[in-house]
């Protein structure tokens, strides 16, 4: 079954552990990006690249709730309820 990160990795983004607000040390799944992205378009990307997969992406719903927290230059994107797996490409 495909999974977030992966699809994220096959969209060319660049995946990472990360713990967000209110998260107290547990990590997640996350991008950086350095400019505001839209968070429709990214999950109608994701949405549109499952549809000629067999099955729905793990943890579907999800996908439509990520936060986003700003570093001077640049965002990161993440979505506490979904684990980063940290050697997600060596599956």
């Known amino acids: ?7 994220l990795e096959d969209l060319g983004f660049e995946t990472m ?11 997640c799944l996350a ?3 350095e400019s505001n992205i ?7 990307e994701v949405a549109q ?3 000629d997969e067999d099955e729905f992406v793990e943890s579907y719903p999800d ?3 990520p936060k986003m927290d700003s570093f001077g230059l640049g965002i990161v994107v993440y979505w506490p309820n979904i684990e980063y ?6 599956n």
């Open 1 to 7: 079954m495909a999974n977030l990160q992966h699809i």
């Open 17 to 27: 552990s990360y713990s967000g607000r209110g998260m107290y040390g547990k990590t």
């Open 31 to 33: 991008i950086r990006t």
């Open 38 to 44: 839209n968070l429709f378009n990214l999950g109608a």
């Open 49 to 51: 690249s499952t549809l």
């Open 63 to 65: 996908i439509f709730h």
């Open 85 to 90: 797996i940290k050697d997600a490409t060596e």
